[in-house]
């Protein structure tokens, strides 16, 4: 089979416990996604309220505004490689992540690394709908005029009974989307990424007029003055920023399969993927800025500076919009991924639509507005964690691809449990091998990190390696794939 052509496995070849019409490769007249689809799928992803107060952290943590927006755009630069790297096959051959998947962990194998990055998106689907619910809680208070500050928590959940009600009700418009399907993704990413880009800027013209000027962080000096203060925290920050999308790095198949072609895929995310990340980050640090001015203190939360806007109706539109960009990411970077790696598990019982409902109700069970309440441990602990995990994955997904297979793949066979990608009883031992090598040395930095172990049992260097967990995890994984598939290509 050529590279790029598309085979639909006959009835006879495939497994009824590998394929479903869902894990199906998409047909020729099914990929109409161009170059303008997929800049906006990724400018829907990227402006959204967690993009705009990224650079927060980085400014609390010594950083001054060109520095950590620097950062923002390094990690979403090095990010784009190997997004377009792992889009490749589902171009060429119109097949999503977990199948693709099957060529270097086993048929069976590859639910692991699957279920790896359909948890990672169920904990993203519920922060995305805590903060999409948190606006449509804000815009209530402003129409209705009740006081936010005077909620009272529920017991367990630890939010007040409205919190959670605005949090279900958001919940309940993405649960439409999953149901409707992939196209209607592609119709609201399209429609929505000018009318949100159009939104940062006017919030950025309203900042402005209303400070008269952008306010004082911008002459703010960076506090990490020495390289031994400066290098750590650029690490840090540089490997979130690259583990915030280390997601999308393995499941873009997910959409690249419905590309039109290689052209369109490629340039679709380089244009709309790294000055997207960068331009909403960089209005939430001009926003912010302007509030020091306009409110005597520094506002990061969007959600928090639209409410004191003083029109009602002007806030309630703008809470709104927030509302519109929060659905646009949850749905594309959120949803899809899971619902597939779920019908992956057993695709004759799973459908796309029940993959997406089991992703929505475990997101509500992970209670993610106690995950998301901390802006640093959420940065530094949950994008660094997992990323240490999602990076091995990538490494040895393009090892296999690009190296091992020169991009060739019997697409068939992917969907046959006694092909050539069965290893052994289903699984690849090299694989599996690799991965637990390559997620090894970041396991006692993130002991550390989340303190269950002291960092005087470790040398300091493997603690501090963690900082750049994805980075190390994605180079052991590359390499050590390479070195070993040839000398046990069937294992």
């Known amino acids: 089979m050529t590279e790029g052509a598309v085979m639909h496995p006959a009835p006879e070849t495939h497994d009824p416990r590998l394929w479903n019409e869902d894990l199906a490769p998409v047909s020729q ?58 889009a490749h096959p589902g171009t060429a051959y119109g097949i999503p992540f977990p199948v693709l998947l099957r ?39 402003v129409i209705f005029g009740f006081d936010p500050a005077a909620r009272q928590a529920l017991p367990i959940l630890g939010i007040s009974a409205g919190e959670f009600l605005c949090f279900i009700i958001f919940w309940a418009i993405n649960v439409y989307f999953i149901v409707r399907g992939m196209e209607s993704i592609k119709w609201m990413e399209t429609l929505s990424a000018p009318f949100l880009l159009l939104v940062g ?77 960068t331009f909403y980050a960089f209005i939430g640090i001009l926003v912010t800025s302007a509030t020091i001015v306009i409110f005597g203190t520094a506002i990061w939360d969007p959600v928090q500076v639209i409410a004191k806007f003083g029109n009602p109706w002007v806030s309630a539109f703008a809470l709104i919009t927030l509302a519109v960009a929060t659905l646009s990411t949850n749905i594309a970077a959120n949803v899809v991924s899971p619902a597939n790696d779920f019908s992956n598990l057993a695709p ?17 069970l992970m209670m993610p507005w106690k995950l998301y309440q901390d802006p640093s441990g959420y940065i530094f602990t949950w994008l660094i964690g997992y990323s240490a995990l999602l990076g091995p994955i990538a490494g040895i997904m393009i090892a296999d691809y690009f190296v091992w297979r020169r991009k060739k793949l019997d697409a068939p066979a992917l969907y046959q449990r006694h092909g050539p990608y069965r290893y ?14 390559s997620v090894l040395p970041n396991l006692p930095g993130f002991l550390v990190t989340i303190k269950v172990l002291p960092a005087e049992l470790f040398h ?23 070195l070993i598939r040839p000398v046990f290509p069937n294992r």
């Not at 270097?104 to 922060?127: D, E, H, K, Y």
């Not at 499941?251 to 380089?270: E, K, L, M, T």
């Not at 799973?350 to 509500?364: E, K, M, N």
Request: glycine residues 12%; neutral net charge; aromatic residues 16%.
């Open 348 to 364: 004759s019982r799973i459908t796309f639509r029940t993959g997406g409902l089991i992703t929505a109700f475990l997101g509500i």
């Open 460 to 482: 300091a260097w493997l603690v501090a390696s963690y900082h750049y967990a994805w980075f190390v995890g994605f180079t052991l994984g590359f390499v050590l794939y390479n």
């Open 201 to 277: 800027v006017v919030l950025v013209w309203w900042a402005w007029q209303a400070a008269d000027g952008f306010g004082p962080i911008f002459t703010q000096p960076a506090t990490l003055d020495t390289a031994a203060k400066f290098w750590p925290v650029f690490g840090v920050g540089l490997t979130a920023m690259v583990g915030y999308w280390a997601t999308l790095s393995l499941n873009i198949p997910d959409f690249s399969r419905y590309a039109r072609s290689q052209h369109d895929q490629i340039v679709g995310q380089a244009l709309g993927l790294p000055a997207t990340m």
């Open 103 to 141: 060529a270097s962990f086993g048929t069976f194998g590859s639910n692991l690394p699957a279920l790896m990055r359909g948890f990672v998106a169920c904990g993203w689907f519920g922060i995305q709908t805590w903060v999409g619910g948190a606006a449509i809680y804000a815009t209530a208070a």
């Open 29 to 86: 007249d099914r990929r109409t996604w161009t170059t303008w689809n997929i800049a906006a799928l990724w400018i829907g992803m990227s402006v959204c309220i967690t993009t705009y107060t990224l650079a927060s952290v980085l400014i609390e943590q010594g950083m001054n505004w060109w520095q950590a927006t620097l950062t923002v755009f390094l990690g979403n630069l090095i990010v784009l490689i190997p997004m377009t790297l792992n």
């Open 424 to 437: 052994t009883g289903g699984f690849s031992l090299v694989g599996f091998g690799v991965l637990a090598a």
